[in-house]
């Protein structure tokens, strides 16, 4: 069974930075792709970041590049995503995520979630 547990979100201030986590247990993260996604109230989970099974390639939402960066620690069971730059529209529910093959930008293909940690950014 596998559980993924986020930790890092908070409230920020506009401009600010949080660095999210997401360790796993029950089953090594080097086995697939990761990748975060958020869901504001009232819209759909949206994509915001994915990453390979070994790290050598990432992939970013539009709304995130230049401020988002994910990365992974597959001797830790954990991924992370370093968010710069933050602003109110980047104020959601972050969740991280597991699946068994290649990266993909499709919540749907996602086999395994974590709980969600708050990020609230205020302005």
């Known amino acids: 069974q596998v559980q993924l547990v986020e930790s890092g979100g908070g409230l920020v201030q506009a401009g600010g930075s949080l660095r999210l986590s997401c360790a796993a247990s029950?089953?090594?993260?080097?086995?697939?792709?990761m990748a975060w996604f958020r869901q504001a109230p009232g819209k759909e989970r949206e994509f915001v970041a994915a990453i390979n099974w070994n790290g050598e390639m990432t992939y970013n939402a539009d709304s995130t590049k230049g401020r988002f960066t994910i990365s992974r620690d597959n001797a830790k069971n954990t991924v992370y995503l370093q968010m710069n730059s933050l602003n109110p529209e980047d104020t959601a529910v972050y969740y991280c995520?597991?699946?068994?093959?290649?990266?993909?930008?499709?919540?749907?293909?996602?086999?395994?979630w974590g709980q969600g940690t708050q990020v609230t950014v205020s302005s």
């Open positions: 029950g089953r090594a993260l080097s086995s697939g792709a």
């Open positions: 995520a597991l699946r068994q093959y290649g990266s993909s930008r499709n919540r749907y293909d996602y086999r395994y």
